[in-house]
Structure formats: structure tokens, C-alpha cells
């Protein structure tokens, strides 16, 4: 079992930077793959970024390549979201999440989730 608890959001001009939380408690977090995913007022959830338990690897979504830098510290157990140029329409939820693979944390079953932090951008 894994509780994640994200911070760091909030309100932010366009253009400017963010650095999101994502602190686990549970054993083994050193063994999961981690993402954050985004949700936007109207829209379906969707992936932003995901690293391997190691750290070593790592998957962006095209809308956030060059922007979003992913990272972890598995002696602190906890991932972070660095978000720097940010724009408008990376307002939204962002979630935590927890899971098998790299390739596969976040969809179908087997994941734990935070209950997410609110960024805005202002334009």
C-alpha cells in the first residue's frame, strides 16, 4: 500500500515556474514506477510525465518536452515535477501516481493515486 500527497501548486503567470511534490509513505516506493497526469476543467485525465524506480528512464508528453523536467529521491520518497515556461493550458490538476512499469503506471489497474494539486496559469 502507497499514500501520496502532492504540493506545490498554485497560481502563476505565464511564463513562469513551478516545482510540484509528490511525498509517498507505504512501503517499497523505491520499487514503483511514478507519473503525474493532469486534468483540465472539462477535459479527460492525461499523462505529463512518468521515471522508473531507478530514475534512470524517463517519458514526457509531447505538449511538455523541453518544458517539464521529471525527477525523483527514493531516500526521501518523493518525485518531483519541475514546470518551467508554463502557459495557460497547463492549467489543471495534477496527480500523482504510483505503479508497475514506466511504460504503464497511471493506466488500468495496480496504481495508487494522490488527490492532486491545483495549478493556473495566468495569462
Known sequence: QVQLV?????LVQAGGS????????GRHFSTYAMAWFR????????FVSAISW????TRYAD???GRFTISRDNAKNTVYLQMNGLIPEDTAVYY????????????GDNNY???????????
Open 54 to 57: 531507478s530514475g534512470g528512464s
Open 63 to 65: 505538449s511538455v518536452k
Open 18 to 25: 513551478l516545482r510540484l511534490s509528490c511525498a509517498a509513505s
Open 113 to 123: 493515486w494522490g488527490q492532486g494539486t491545483q495549478v493556473t496559469v495566468s495569462s
Open 39 to 46: 486534468q483540465a476543467p472539462g477535459k479527460e485525465r492525461e
Open 6 to 10: 502532492e504540493s506545490g501548486g498554485g
Open 96 to 107: 500523482c501516481a504510483a505503479g508497475v512499469a514506466l511504460n504503464t503506471v497511471g493506466s
